[in-house]
C-alpha cells in the first residue's frame, strides 16, 4: 500500500485517484501517522431487490402466526440472567 502526506494528496490529488481506480490503496499520513485510507470502490454488492411475484399478498394482508400465551415473566429472567453473567 502506498502512503502519501495530506500536503502531497492535496497537490496531486488526481494522479493519487488514478492509482486508486487502477487497484491499488493509499494510506494518507499526517504528520507520519495514519489517518485515513483511499480504497478503489468495489462492484456493486449482491443485495438485489426484486419485485414480489404477482400472485404474492400485500404485506397488509399476510396473516401473523397466533400469540403464544405463557406465564414468565420477562423481566425476572432477565435480571436473573444479568445476575449469572456478574
Given at each position: 500500500?502506498?502512503?502519501?502526506?495530506?500536503?502531497?494528496?492535496?497537490?496531486?490529488l488526481?494522479?493519487?485517484?488514478?492509482?486508486?481506480?487502477?487497484?491499488?490503496?493509499i494510506?494518507?499520513?499526517?504528520?507520519?501517522?495514519?489517518?485515513?485510507?483511499?480504497?478503489?470502490?468495489?462492484?456493486r454488492?449482491?443485495?438485489?431487490?426484486?419485485?414480489?411475484?404477482?400472485?404474492?399478498?400485500?404485506?397488509?394482508?399476510?396473516?401473523?402466526?397466533?400469540?403464544?400465551?405463557?406465564?414468565?415473566?420477562?423481566?425476572?429472567?432477565?435480571?436473573?440472567?444479568?445476575?449469572?453473567?456478574?
Open positions: 500500500m502506498k502512503q502519501v502526506g495530506i500536503a502531497e494528496l492535496k497537490a496531486r488526481s494522479e493519487f485517484l488514478r492509482v486508486v481506480q487502477g487497484g491499488e490503496s494510506a494518507v499520513l499526517d504528520r507520519n501517522r495514519a489517518v485515513a485510507q483511499i480504497v478503489p470502490m468495489r462492484e454488492s449482491g443485495l438485489r431487490i426484486r419485485k414480489p411475484a404477482a400472485d404474492s399478498p400485500k404485506p397488509n394482508k399476510v396473516s401473523l402466526p397466533k400469540s403464544i400465551s405463557q406465564k414468565i415473566d420477562v423481566v425476572q429472567l432477565l435480571l436473573e440472567e444479568r445476575q449469572n453473567h456478574r
